[in-house]
């Protein structure tokens, strides 16, 4: 257990739909990070939050968005759902944005859209 | 751009031994190994930094070719609970924003 914890852990949803994934990071670690991945396409970065602000931004979506709260927990909003977005969405989370400092991936949420 | 691992799969009996490479084209500040088993999540190995240097954990050891933007990993004399696709995430910007992973190794142990 990485101490990451995300909600819901599968969702099934329809195309055209709206929902949120959330993440609780590890205590004591400001930064969270999410990624999507799919079967053809490996584990693709979306975007990071550092102690709420956005820090770096990755393959993500105009669909998507993402935020992180004061009590930082981040939530990735998933809009407009296609069939093409199904797959599985990490959290993962570390202290700070070093070159040394290690993510720790939560459980992840599996979605379907049909 | 992601980074490219060889081999794509490999097989191994139990106390074999196995190299995983992972190449990068552009030049990399540190290299992020993990293992992820089948619908779990990705957990973290060993981080190499730029410079070389080599680490160990376990059976479980790693190097980092500077000149080359290459890392191996190295798994001795491996166990059944080495299976799992291995994946190399390289960070191109020293803050590990944004790791790059490639396309993963995917590794069965059998007795």
């Known amino acids: 257990d990485s101490g990451v914890t995300q909600t819901p852990k599968h969702l099934i949803t329809a195309t055209g739909q709206r929902v949120t994934l959330r993440c609780s990071p590890r205590?004591?670690?400001?930064?969270v990070y999410w990624y999507q991945q799919s079967l053809d396409q490996g584990l693709q970065f979306l975007i990071q939050?550092?102690?709420?602000?956005?820090?770096a931004k990755g393959n993500i979506l105009e669909r998507f968005s993402a935020q992180q709260f004061p009590d930082l927990h981040s939530e990735l909003n998933l809009s407009s759902l296609e069939l093409g977005d199904s797959a599985l969405y990490f959290c993962?989370?570390?202290?700070?944005?070093?070159?040394?400092?290690?993510?720790?991936f939560g459980p992840g949420t599996r979605l379907t859209v049909l | 751009q992601q980074p490219v691992q060889s081999p794509q799969a490999v097989i191994l009996r139990e106390g074999e031994d196995a190299v995983i490479n992972c190449s990068s084209s552009k030049a990399l500040y540190s290299v992020h190994w993990y293992r992820q088993k089948h619908g779990e999540a990705p957990v973290f190995l060993m981080i190499l930094l730029k410079g070389g240097e080599q680490k160990g954990h376990d059976k479980i050891s790693a190097s980092f070719n500077e000149k080359k933007q290459q890392s191996s990993l190295y798994l001795t004399a491996s166990q059944l609970s080495y299976s799992g696709t291995y994946f190399c995430?390289?960070?191109?910007?020293?803050?590990?924003?944004?790791?790059?992973f490639g396309t993963g190794t995917r590794l069965q142990v059998t007795l």
């Open positions: 995430g390289t960070d191109l910007t020293g803050t590990a924003s944004k790791l790059t």
């Open positions: 205590s004591g670690d400001l930064s």
């Open positions: 939050y550092y102690n709420g602000e956005e820090r």
């Open positions: 993962a989370s570390s202290v700070l944005v070093t070159s040394t400092d290690t993510q720790y």
